[in-house]
């Protein structure tokens, strides 16, 4: 899988920017067929996953434990946290693993995309018809050319003490 795929700006409508330090990047991921966005300092590697073993008794959130390159983590589904209805049974699922605080995470999704770079002057207020619990797990909502994309407050989404 290519970890590099080609880089587009998001621009204001008014034309280009210059892009500062202070702009964000990050990649595109689709659940649901809505996109939304992770930062990229977040992602340590995009995969395929086989095998999930459940977690009796554990939040609907979590689907199970997964092997990672050795390594046991918790396989998180990005549609459950946002309570968006569970995919039909695919073979393989798509996956992004992640560190958070210290412990390893793996965050189901259908679908990634390009990387994006964040213009600040794109950056709006949320929209107040947004949808309660995808505002629970957005840092920010940015304007793009066809449409907005929400920047997932990567804490929130693995906060499972506070509940969406």
Do not use: W
């Not at 970890?3 to 892009?19: C, H, I, S």
């Not at 695919?90 to 259908?110: P, Q, V, W, Y």
Request: hydrophobic letters at 40%; aromatic letters at 6%; glycine letters at 8%.
């Amino acid at each position: 899988m290519n970890l590099n795929p080609p880089r587009r700006e998001a621009e204001p409508p008014d034309g280009p920017v210059r892009r500062e330090e202070s702009d964000r990047h990050c990649f595109i991921v689709y659940v649901g067929g809505e996109p939304f966005g992770l930062p990229v300092d977040c992602v340590q590697t995009i995969f395929q996953i086989e095998a999930v073993t459940p977690v009796p008794l554990g939040p609907h959130e979590i689907v199970g434990l997964v092997n990672l390159r050795g390594k046991i983590v918790t396989a998180v589904s990005l549609r459950r946290r946002l309570h968006m209805p569970d995919a039909r049974q695919a073979k393989s699922r798509l996956a992004i693993g992640m560190e958070h605080r210290g412990e390893n995470f793996t965050l189901l999704i259908d679908e990634v995309g390009d990387v994006i770079f964040l213009n600040p002057q794109t950056q709006i207020a949320l929209p107040p018809h947004l949808d309660q619990h995808r505002a629970k797990l957005t840092e920010a909502v940015y304007r793009l050319e066809n449409g907005i994309l929400s920047l997932l407050d990567v804490g929130s989404v693995f906060d499972f003490q506070r509940r969406v």
